[in-house]
């Protein structure tokens, strides 16, 4: 059963979720207009866009009610761009790690490779799949500016907040290539883990959007500093989180199977963690197993175990407690109006204490 939105995502979802879905029944008519083919293009991507938590958006949105901005539907409209954005990241991070599951479904490029096989079309599956899911991300990413620019905010403020709504797509896209090459590298330390975390997921989840709602809001520099204080640790420990639920948590509720990031050999925090805590013959069999798709569910229980035993998790879980005490902190030195204070404190624990 799929966990209650808290307060704080609760205010958004529903109106991010309606304009979400407005923009793209219209973008369906374009679309079907140029041939019936898209279909099942759109019908994967909006299964997929369903399930998401919509953590960005209400980011995105408290930051705007913390800068002072009203409650008024074209920030809605700003903050479900976002939304967009995470579709392309999530198309295309499916297509690099060959991953089977996204949020409880087949991934979409698994989806579209299927279609190709059913309907028995010439060539390979796979790579019609891959390159079909390349293209809707590459779509996504393009429907995320236009639903940005169209808001309905008025051209200063969309203006203003242009800058960190470029830097985080720059980001989410560097980071990315930052993970496929500590993979590559194989790279067993922490601050490089940290690093890829930083950008691929840190900034972009939370202080990029708070950035781009404080923006549009005309915010002053000494909040946009302030946001970035509260922000960058929370981000951290929100992305540590998703790495222990990715390795421990309850395929039901994280719409993966659990062990993925084993058998996609992610060089995560917790994963750096276990290799500098555990003896050397776990070391050696970890990094042997590090990255092998056919891992078994024994095989992925023995991993948790390492992982336990060498005090992995409990260095994991000290640092999302210390990253949310300092992101409180931070807070806590803001004025802001009083319910934009109150959603903020709620996504500390939204963003760091979620369903296993």
């Given at each position: 059963?799929?966990?209650?939105?808290?307060?704080?995502?609760?205010?958004?979802?529903?109106?991010?979720?309606?304009?979400?879905?407005?923009?793209?029944?219209?973008?369906?008519?374009?679309?079907?207009?140029?041939?019936?083919?898209?279909?099942?293009?759109?019908?994967?991507?909006?299964?997929?866009?369903?399930?998401?938590?919509?953590?960005?958006?209400?980011?995105?949105?408290?930051?705007?009610?913390?800068?002072?901005?009203?409650?008024?539907?074209?920030i809605h409209t700003a903050a479900a761009a976002l939304e967009?954005?995470?579709?392309?990241?999530?198309?295309?991070?499916?297509?690099?790690?060959?991953?089977?599951?996204?949020?409880?479904?087949?991934?979409?490029?698994?989806?579209?490779?299927?279609?190709?096989?059913?309907?028995?079309?010439?060539?390979?599956?796979?790579?019609?799949?891959?390159?079909?899911?390349?293209?809707?991300?590459?779509?996504?990413?393009?429907?995320?500016?236009?639903?940005?620019?169209?808001?309905?905010?008025?051209?200063?403020?969309?203006?203003?907040?242009?800058?960190?709504?470029?830097?985080?797509?720059?980001?989410?896209?560097?980071?990315?290539?930052?993970?496929?090459?500590?993979?590559?590298?194989?790279?067993?330390?922490?601050?490089?883990?940290?690093?890829?975390?930083?950008?691929?997921?840190?900034?972009?989840?939370?202080?990029?959007?708070?950035?781009?709602?404080?923006?549009?809001?005309?915010?002053?520099?000494?909040?946009?500093?302030?946001?970035?204080?509260?922000?960058?640790?929370?981000?951290?420990?929100?992305?540590?989180?998703?790495?222990?639920?990715?390795?421990?948590?309850?395929?039901?509720?994280?719409?993966?199977?659990?062990?993925?990031?084993?058998?996609?050999?992610?060089?995560?925090?917790?994963?750096?963690?276990?290799?500098?805590?555990?003896?050397?013959?776990?070391?050696?069999?970890?990094?042997?197993?590090?990255?092998?798709?056919?891992?078994?569910?024994?095989?992925?229980?023995?991993?948790?175990?390492?992982?336990?035993?060498?005090?992995?998790?409990?260095?994991?879980?000290?640092?999302?407690?210390?990253?949310?005490?300092?992101?409180?902190?931070?807070?806590?030195?803001?004025?802001?109006?009083?319910?934009?204070?109150?959603?903020?404190?709620?996504?500390?624990?939204?963003?760091?204490?979620?369903?296993?």
């Open positions: 059963m799929a966990s209650v939105d808290p307060a704080s995502i609760a205010a958004v979802r529903p109106f991010v979720d309606a304009e979400l879905k407005t923009f793209l029944d219209q973008r369906r008519t374009h679309l079907l207009e140029i041939g019936p083919e898209l279909e099942p293009l759109l019908d994967s991507l909006e299964r997929m866009i369903s399930g998401g938590k919509r953590i960005r958006p209400a980011f995105c949105y408290w930051g705007w009610r913390g800068a002072g901005g009203p409650e008024v539907p074209e967009l954005l995470q579709a392309c990241a999530l198309l295309h991070d499916d297509v690099i790690d060959n991953s089977d599951t996204r949020r409880g479904l087949p991934a979409t490029h698994r989806q579209l490779a299927d279609l190709h096989h059913s309907s028995g079309w010439g060539g390979s599956a796979t790579a019609f799949g891959n390159g079909a899911a390349i293209l809707l991300g590459d779509l996504c990413l393009a429907w995320s500016d236009e639903l940005y620019t169209n808001s309905g905010l008025c051209r200063d403020a969309i203006a203003s907040g242009r800058p960190a709504f470029d830097a985080m797509r720059a980001e989410v896209m560097a980071g990315q290539y930052l993970d496929m090459l500590e993979q590559a590298r194989q790279t067993e330390h922490v601050d490089a883990a940290l690093r890829v975390m930083h950008y691929k997921a840190a900034k972009y989840t939370v202080e990029r959007p708070l950035h781009l709602g404080a923006q549009l809001a005309g915010a002053s520099d000494d909040l946009v500093a302030a946001y970035t204080a509260y922000g960058r640790p929370l981000g951290l420990a929100f992305q540590l989180r998703d790495d222990i639920l990715g390795a421990f948590g309850n395929p039901e509720q994280t719409g993966k199977p659990a062990g993925d990031d084993f058998r996609e050999g992610k060089r995560t925090v917790l994963v750096a963690e276990t290799l500098r805590l555990a003896n050397p013959d776990q070391g050696t069999e970890l990094r042997n197993l590090l990255g092998d798709p056919d891992l078994s569910e024994e095989t992925v229980s023995w991993l948790r175990d390492v992982i336990v035993s060498s005090g992995a998790l409990r260095a994991c879980e000290d640092r999302i407690a210390n990253y949310a005490a300092e992101a409180q902190a931070a807070l806590d030195g803001i004025r802001m109006p009083e319910e934009a204070r109150r959603g903020l404190e709620e996504l500390v624990a939204a963003a760091t204490v979620r369903d296993t």
